[in-house]
């Protein structure tokens, strides 16, 4: 008997113990997830967007505008989710109220989602600082990185990039000072051997400036192909295209 079978059981008793309960509605959850079918339906997917950063467009391209003029140091880009209702309301609690089960839920769904990419060798999370790890009491990166590595049979790695900084929340920041902020705040570990081709992932993409400092420093360490993995990309400003990350 397979370790499967062994812990079947014990799925099926928790969940007549703890039922799944929508985290959006209150409804019973559905398809082993805690959202139910509706709310679950209702997340933005990302299927039309720009293969290289992942922008949401109205016709999928291979490369957007932006991309062409300014193409970014990753080589391409998974977002299968657009950063929109209700997956906001959702990503937000995970990220800044603790709410692990709102994670868990995400990362499911994240991996039901058909990836647009080849299997990278080795999925990195893009690492918080010390100190802002200690405040909130996990990366969110990792906890994302962590499902995913065992659905899609993927090494993990979370010592091989290295945050030798702290910096101020992205999420205050117009474009040009998320760039200053990330720059030169990463590192790569000295003495690790790295593959030909890694991902790395963080949850949110917006401007892309986290994901790109992480590109470089690991382009320079030798790596040939990096791809930048998030669970989901906002979408450029209303009235405006994508914003350069050169």
Known sequence: MDKASLLQPWHVLSRWLLPLRCLLCGAP?????????????????????????????????????????????????????????????????????????????????????????????LLLPVPLHRARLRQRGYNQAMELAKPLTRHFGLPLRHDVLQRMRGTEAQTELDAVARRRNVRGAFTVRAGIALPAH?????????????????????????????????????????????????
């Open 29 to 121: 959850g559905a398809d082993d997830v805690d959202l139910c079918a509706a709310c679950a339906a209702e997340l933005p997917r990302n299927r039309s967007c720009c293969a290289r950063c992942a922008l949401p467009l109205a016709v999928p391209a291979a490369q957007c505008g932006e991309c062409q003029r300014h193409a970014p140091p990753w080589d391409a880009a998974w977002a299968p989710f657009r950063y929109g209702w209700p997956l906001d309301r959702l990503e937000s609690r995970f990220k800044f109220g603790r709410d692990l089960a709102a994670g868990r839920a995400l990362a499911t769904l994240w991996q039901r989602e058909p990836m647009s990419l080849p299997k990278p060798e």
């Open 198 to 246: 890694v991902a790395i992932l963080d949850d949110v993409m917006t401007t892309g400036a986290t994901l790109a400092e992480c590109a470089r420093v690991l382009k320079r360490a030798g790596v040939a192909r990096v791809d930048a993995w998030a669970l989901a990309r906002a979408p450029a400003p209303q009235g405006r295209g994508p914003v350069p990350v050169p």
